[in-house]
């Protein structure tokens, strides 16, 4: 069994580190109703294309627009701007176009705060362009957001947590807002065989053998 899954990996490597953008923005004080969702499909489409992904489906409510990409996520409120995507993206090339269409679309001039962040790569030789190492993504980020600061958390290169943010002065109590983040790694061997076409043909015959499952 694990003869075949390294077989797998050495043919069908996908990189499962997740890349993570969030931008919040604020609107100039003599701007009234600005709102990111303003931005019509045709310029994320365009957006997305400069990284290679697209949009597969959307959702959305009163508060928030949530798109399902071609590989993870985007969500979009009146004045945050949120992608997740993983695989060989080249996610911060379209920090530069978002940066864009919210000030033509949205009325959002101001970025507030702003966060990047990922777990160290499986494979880093394998990203395209400023995504090899992480110096190189801060040093293209510091040319949009020249008041950013980069971190790094973690005992060893293999297990770090790599975040860029702005390093912004507040003054006084500031609202709650906490992120969670949960990274797995190293999982149980057999476990991880039930989602590759070794055992499950397609995903609807996993959704119904786990469903199967459940209810025995």
């Given at each position: 069994?694990?003869?075949?899954?390294?077989?797998?990996?050495?043919?069908?490597?996908?990189?499962g580190t997740e890349k993570l953008l969030e931008i919040w923005f604020k609107s100039n004080v003599e701007i009234i109703g600005g709102d990111l969702r303003n931005i019509p499909?045709?310029?994320?489409?365009?957006?997305?294309?400069?990284?290679?992904?697209?949009i597969v489906s959307v959702k959305k409510n009163e508060f928030i627009d949530s798109y399902v990409l071609s590989e993870s996520s985007m969500f979009i409120s009146k004045d945050r701007f949120i992608i997740k995507t993983c695989g060989i993206i080249t996610l911060l090339e379209s920090v530069q176009q978002i940066l864009r269409l919210a000030e033509k679309y949205g009325k959002m001039s101001i970025?507030?705060?702003?966060?990047?962040?990922?777990?160290a790569y499986l494979r880093p030789n394998d990203q395209i362009g400023i995504h090899k190492t992480f110096n190189e993504e801060v040093n293209y980020l510091k040319l949009f957001i020249p008041y950013g600061a980069a971190y790094s958390m973690g005992l060893n290169e293999?297990?770090?947590?790599?975040?860029?943010?702005?390093?912004?002065?507040?003054?006084?109590?500031?609202?709650?807002?906490?992120?969670?983040?949960?990274?797995?790694?190293?999982?149980?061997?057999?476990?991880?065989?039930?989602?590759?076409?070794?055992?499950?043909?397609?995903?609807?015959?996993?959704?119904?053998?786990?469903?199967?499952k459940i209810w025995m």
């Open positions: 069994m694990i003869e075949k899954l390294e077989h797998i990996n050495q043919d069908c490597f996908f990189e499909r045709f310029e994320l489409d365009a957006m997305l294309k400069i990284v290679n992904a697209e970025v507030q705060n702003f966060f990047y962040s990922r777990r293999s297990s770090k947590w790599y975040l860029f943010t702005t390093d912004n002065p507040h003054e006084g109590p500031q609202a709650c807002d906490a992120t969670l983040e949960i990274l797995m790694s190293d999982l149980d061997e057999e476990t991880m065989l039930q989602f590759t076409k070794i055992k499950n043909p397609n995903s609807e015959e996993l959704i119904r053998m786990r469903f199967m």
